[in-house]
Structure formats: structure tokens, C-alpha cells
């Protein structure tokens, strides 16, 4: 498994088996049923092979309105755009289409790469949420980032 992938992922099994890629496929198709979470892979365009995926969880803490998003991509598919891509065209979808009212993502401190995804998208950083995520480690902390429907137009 890719170890930048480990590293910045806390939800996600390690090592990630067949099983739990059946499982994550079956929440995935659940949770598009009932409204709560929309998942799209990021695909190479002529090959249809996976590279990545961009995540949106609608209604977060019950709040219509609120949504969060995440992403990943492979190691071999970094580099390109292709997360920024994703990012901004499910971000769009979620804000004009499905009346998100605030969109956020949180990263690690020390994942550049990501911040960079999220401000390429268009996201504004927000700050730091102190002991926000609970890892094997201990709690960690997140970078917030958001993007609201007037953020479109710039």
C-alpha cells in the first residue's frame, strides 16, 4: 500500500483488503440511496482504470445545507491535476445543483499536497481544528477549508 496514502488517512483500514473494497463499495451504493454520500471514482479517461476517488457527505451533523468532501489518489496518478479536477467539479455539483450552502474539507498539517489540491479548487483555508481527528496515534489535528456558493463567481 502506497505510504503516503497510510500516512494521511485515518478511516481507511491498513492494510485495505478485497473485503473492505466491497464493503466501502456496498456503503457506497447504500449511502447514495438514502441521499447521504455521493462517491465517484477518478478514472484514467481512456483506459477506465482507477486512479482515485472524491467523496461527498451531504446533511453532516444533520445540517442540511452542510456537506463535507474528501479525496485520494493513487501514487501513479498524482502530479496531473486530477484531484483539483475532481475536487472542483463535485464541489460545483454540490453548491448549484444539490443547494449546499458550505462545503469543507479538513487535511493534516503537514499534507501540502492536499492543501494545495483543496486551494487549487477554489477553497478558502478557514484554520486549524486542535485535536480534531482521533488516529492510532492519539487525536491529530486538521486544516479547514472551505467553499460557499458566492466563491463560485470569483
Known sequence: MDP????????VPHPYSDADARSFVELADRAWDDGTRAV??????ETGSGLGVV???LDV?????????????LARARGRGLASRAL???SRWALTELGVERLYLTTAPDNVASQRVAER????????LRAHL???????DSVIFSLLPADLDR
Do not use: K, M, N
Open 88 to 90: 472542483r467539479l463535485l
Open 40 to 45: 465517484f471514482a477518478i478514472a484514467d479517461a
Open 4 to 11: 503516503e496514502f497510510v500516512r494521511w488517512t485515518v478511516d
Open 61 to 73: 451533523r444533520g445540517e442540511p445545507g452542510l456537506a463535507s468532501i474528501g479525496y485520494w489518489l
Open 55 to 57: 467523496d461527498l457527505h
Open 121 to 128: 479548487a477554489g477553497f478558502t483555508r478557514e484554520g486549524l
Open 134 to 140: 482521533p488516529t492510532q496515534a492519539g487525536r491529530r
